[in-house]
């Protein structure tokens, strides 16, 4: 069984930066493909960026692309999402998703639909 958990939000000014963990258990991130997404109050959870299970392929959805980062240390089986330039618009609670993968090593997973585990969230707030 594959456990996720976030962790890392908080309040943050428009501009500023940053960084949310996501460490799994259960397994190593060998075969685990992850992926961030986030839901603001009243709308539905959206897609943040993703990584595949090797590591070696990354997609960002288009409102962050240039902003944020998601990378993965295979030491700690942790992923993480660095947030760069941040916007009131990026305030929302982050989850973390996961995926026992034995598709291609360069797949990445953009659907909610297609993940099976997730965290709890993490709430993170952006003060204009």
């Known amino acids: 069984q594959v456990q996720v958990v976030e962790s890392g939000g908080g309040l943050v000014q428009a501009g500023g930066s940053l960084r949310l963990s996501c460490a799994a258990s259960g397994r190593t991130l060998n075969r685990l493909a992850m992926g961030w997404f986030r839901q603001a109050p009243g709308k539905e959870r959206d897609f943040v960026a993703a990584?595949?299970?090797?590591?070696?392929?990354?997609s960002c959805a288009d409102s962050v692309k240039g902003r944020f980062t998601i990378s993965e240390d295979n030491a700690k089986n942790t992923v993480y999402l660095q947030m760069n330039s941040m916007k009131p618009e990026d305030a929302a609670v982050y989850y973390c998703?996961?995926?026992?993968?034995?598709?291609?090593?360069?797949?990445?997973?953009?659907?909610?639909?297609?993940?099976?585990?997730w965290g709890q969230g993490t709430q993170v707030t952006v003060s204009s």
């Open positions: 998703a996961a995926k026992i993968s034995y598709s291609s090593s360069s797949t990445v997973y953009t659907g909610e639909h297609e993940y099976d585990y």
């Open positions: 990584i595949s299970w090797s590591g070696g392929s990354t």
